[in-house]
Structures are given as C-alpha cells and as structure tokens.
C-alpha cells in the first residue's frame, strides 16, 4: 500500500486527461501525458512518494458512434484501440503509475457511489433537458453560445457539430455553486494556472451558472445511472471521476486516498478547463469530497503554422517524431520550444535548430570535450583537484545553486523557464572551458588542468541529474560515463556531498547528443 512504499516522503499525485479511445494519438496528446511525467520524475528526484495517472475516456455517444463505423460492440472496440495510448506512454518512456480504463469495474463503482452522494444531497433532480449537443466535444452548449458556420448552420465554439437535443435527464444544481466556487478560486489563486486561464473561468462563473443535464436516454454506451437504467451518466462525469477512483474511491478510508486524494494537479488542456476548474470542483464539494489542488492548462500546437485536424490530414504522428529525431530529443523540443500556457507551432526546421544548437553544440559539446579531455590526459578516471580558484567556485556555485532556481519553476509548471535557466549554466560551463584552456594546461600546468577537468565533470554531473526528468535516457548515458552509481543520482545527492571521487575509473567517452543532419529534399 502507498503508507507502506514510502511513509516518510510527501505525497504528489498529477494526472493527465484520460484520452478519448477513438482518436489516433496525436502530438497533442504526447504533450500532456509528456508535461505530467516530466513533473513526476523531478517530484521523485526531489524526493516526493509520487502517484502519477493516465488513462482513457471509453464511454459516451463519440466512442459508441466510432465502434459503430468500425462494426464492432462498443466493448470490443475500447478494448482493441485503449492499447494506442498505453503504446504510445510506453513509447515515450512515460512512468506512470496506475492507467486508468473508464469501462473498469472499479471505476463504475466510483461514478455510482459518486451519484448516489449527490442524489442523497439532493444536489441532483429528474428533469427533462431540450438544447444543443455537440458530440464531438461531449458538451452541451447554450443558443448564446453558438456560432455562425458555414451555409448559415449554427456550430459550438470549438467548430464542433451541434445537434438539438430533447430528452428526459437529470441535472446537477450547478446553478447553486456558483458563489462557493468563486470563493474556492478566490482563497486558492494557484487553483487554477497560468492566471490568463484563471481570468476566463472566474469570468465565465461570474456570468451566471445553468444546472448541468448528467444523464442522456438516447444511447446507452455509459454507467448506468443507479436506480434509473434508462439513464447512462453524461461522459463528462463519468470521466472526470476516474481521477478519484485511481484514488481509491468510493473507499475513502484506504490508504490511497488517504495519502493520496486531493490531487496535488491535474493537467490538461485549455480546451478542457471549464469542465475541470468548474464542474469537477463543484461535483466534488457538493459530494463531500475535497477539490483538487490545482488544475493547469497548457496550450495548443499548430502544424506549421496550421491548425492541427483530422480533415485537414496535418495530424503529427509522435511515433514519426521518435524515429526521425529520437525520443529524448522530442521530450526536450516539446518542453523547451513553447512557453508552456502558451499556444505553439511545431516546425521541422524548429526541432532540427533546437538539436543541433541546444543539444549538439551546447550540452553534447561540453559532455564530449570534457570526458574526452579526462579519458586521454587523466588515465580515464576522475582527476584529483587542487585548491579551487575563484572561477572554479563560481561555476561549481552556479551548479549547486541550480536545484533552488528551479523548483519553483517545475512546481509553476514554467518547464520553459527551468530549461532556460540549466542552459544558462551550460552556457557558463562552456565559457569557462574556452576561457580556462584546458589543453593548454596539459603541458604546462598539469595540476590545474586536472582542477579545471574535475571542476567541469562536477557541473555536467550536476546538470545531467537535472535534466533527467526531461531527457531520462541520455542523461542515464552521461551519468553512467561520469560513473555515478544508480542510487546516486538524485537531488539529494547534488551538491558537494555526492561530488564525484578522484581516480574513480571513467568508462570510454561516447556522444549523446548526435547532431540532426537534414534528409534530401526536406523542408528547411
Ligand atoms: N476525454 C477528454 C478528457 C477527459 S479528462 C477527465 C478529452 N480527451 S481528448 O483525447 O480529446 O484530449 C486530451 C488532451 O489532448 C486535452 O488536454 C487536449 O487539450 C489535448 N490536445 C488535443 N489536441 C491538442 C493540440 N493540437 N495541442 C495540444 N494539446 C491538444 O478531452
């Protein structure tokens, strides 16, 4: 059990959107599942107990339409497409802990026992719900809110397909929440992140809040609504209660939730904000249950400058980016291209640009020249310093002093900014070999080439420990050439008390960051 893994350290617990089975994943999703993961492996660098879940969206009238064209029960189809998305987490080496399936037997006992609290609460009432549905977005949408299409047809915000819907359903009482959810935003301002995104929620609650229809009668591909089969619960609450079974619920007693329940973050995109910083914190509270802490929404890619969609065939395919890039150096592209809350374009000529000069030349050349430079003049092992000079302090002080400037910026989820400020680092450690001229020491001052060699070892062992939750694999590389053991490669072992140990024998040096060599006739 989770007390049982590890009592001592503080608990973090992300999530990412579970994913609708019917897409092909895209880059889009690689980016939130990516953005999750990159968060969870510095959190247990740092020491955290991290639980950290993914999953899929199974049910709704989206997923039994597409079961339908593929001419096989809904059951049948989730079951084959689901193990896209786990393929796809695997692929980039993701390391969630638990992968969530909404058709999963612990998780309709979640949303029935979910229902019932709010039926007894009296928070949710049989009415009947005429308006507008737009299937691709399983979202209803007021008249107000539509939009002018083309042939004078009326479409939802997002461009999706609207239909007129009329049936029996049940509402929740979102209209009553409306104060309570301004106060919860009001005493939490990191509830809701970047403060663009919390600006547009609090805005929107401002206006005025509709009770929510959560049951449709016209298909059945969903949970079953207790007492009243010819329901099925709307997706949306179905889905967003996966993140509180995965949590243990309806066991609110066990260790998991316990330890576990309130997130510590849910990650998603700004597409889904409304349903996550209003309906879901308003379900929970009218339920008894705690809100998560903090929800954050990160932007949208285009493809070149251009909307990424099915229709338009621009779809990018991660699996493609992993084979002509590498794994790492994508999870590196998407995190430090795009201020992350902000939209972003992916380009071909970007991603080779941000290899070639922030890997290659940057990070590769200093690793390379380094470990080169000990394993021929140092009897390829770690050199032994003399006393430090003030220019191996500050290196070896801008080194230590890069855990403090980046915390904060992982937990403000600033990826961007953290990658900047390790770069800078890299960029001093670059200088100093320029400036301190180690192969001219070689014959002239061994003793202090040995000093400038273990001052520079010290700082790449620093900043591959760093960059690890972005880049896992290379950084594994570079610390296995610099002989760092397994245990040893956490943020409590930065510092002078990990330091690397002279005469510890170096493996051959070999590259990491391979330069990206543009194919014939690619786009420049
Ligand atoms: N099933 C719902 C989420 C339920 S969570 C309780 C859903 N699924 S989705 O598969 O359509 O989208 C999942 C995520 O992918 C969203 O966070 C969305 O923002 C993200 N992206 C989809 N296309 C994207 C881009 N082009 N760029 C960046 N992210 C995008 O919504």
Not at 94 to 105: H, L, P
Not at 285 to 296: D, H, I, Q
Not at 402 to 407: F, I, M
């Amino acid at each position: 059990m989770a007390e049982e893994r590890d009592a001592g350290s503080k608990p973090f617990y992300v999530t990412t959107p579970i994913y609708y089975v019917n897409d092909v994943p895209h880059i889009g999703h690689a980016y939130t599942t990516l953005s999750c993961d990159v968060l969870a492996r510095f959190k247990r660098l740092d020491g955290f107990d991290v639980h950290f879940l993914t999953g899929t969206d199974e049910h709704g009238q989206k997923v039994e339409t597409a079961s339908q064209v593929a001419g096989m029960t809904p059951q049948a189809f989730v079951d084959k497409v689901s193990g896209n998305f786990r393929d796809l987490a695997a692929a980039m080496n993701i390391s969630n802990d638990d992968f969530i399936r909404t058709t999963e037997d612990r998780h309709t006992a979640a949303c029935q026992q979910l229902w019932r609290e709010l039926a007894a609460r009296d928070e949710i009432y049989l009415g009947s719900y005429a308006g507008w549905y737009a299937v691709r977005d399983e979202a209803y949408y007021a008249e107000g809110e539509l939009v002018d299409g083309p042939e004078g047809k009326k479409l939802a915000p997002s461009g999706a397909e609207v239909e007129w819907v009329e049936e029996p359903s049940y509402f929740f009482r979102l209209s009553a929440w409306q104060d309570r959810l301004l106060a919860l935003y009001e005493d939490n301002p990191d509830f809701i992140g970047p403060d663009s995104r919390r600006n547009e929620v609090i805005s929107f609650v401002k206006g005025g809040l509709f009770d929510l229809s959560v049951s449709r009668t016209s298909f059945a591909w969903g949970v079953p609504v207790p007492d009243d089969p010819a329901h099925v619960m709307y997706v949306w609450i179905d889905a967003l209660t996966n993140y509180i079974t995965a949590a243990g619920y309806p066991d609110t007693d066990c260790a998991l939730y316990r330890r576990f329940w309130p997130a510590d973050l849910h990650m998603i995109g700004k597409d889904i904000i409304r349903f996550h910083a209003v309906y879901w914190p308003a379900f929970l509270m009218a339920a008894g249950l705690e809100p998560p802490k903090r929800v954050f929404a990160h932007g949208w890619w285009t493809n070149e400058g251009q909307k990424i969609s099915k229709s338009v065939g621009n779809i990018i395919d991660p699996y493609d980016l992993f084979d002509r890039y590498g794994v790492d150096q994508t999870r590196y592209f998407l995190m430090r291209e795009v201020p992350f809350g902000n939209d972003g374009d992916f380009s071909r000529r970007a991603i080779a640009s941000r290899i070639n000069s922030d890997l290659a030349n940057d990070l590769g050349n200093l690793a390379q020249r380094v470990l080169s430079m000990i394993g021929k003049n140092c009897g390829a092992a770690v050199p032994q310093p003399a006393a430090f000079s003030a220019d191996d302090d500050a290196l070896l002080a801008s080194a230590h002093g890069l855990l403090d400037t980046v915390r904060p910026l992982f937990d403000a989820q600033a990826f961007h900014k953290a990658l900047e400020a390790i770069w800078a680092v890299i960029g001093d450690a670059n200088r100093y070999v320029d400036t301190q001229a180690p192969w001219t020491l070689r014959k002239t001052d061994p003793e202090r080439m040995a000093t400038v060699l273990y001052a520079l070892a010290e700082t790449i062992r620093h900043l591959a420990i760093l960059v690890q939750p972005i880049m896992p694999e290379s950084c594994a590389r570079l610390l296995d050439q610099l002989a760092v053991e397994e245990g040893a490669r956490g943020f409590g072992d930065l510092g002078p008390a990990g330091a690397l140990r002279p005469g510890t024998a170096l493996p051959k040096p070999e590259g990491v960051f391979p330069r990206y060599i543009e194919e014939e006739g690619e786009e420049g």
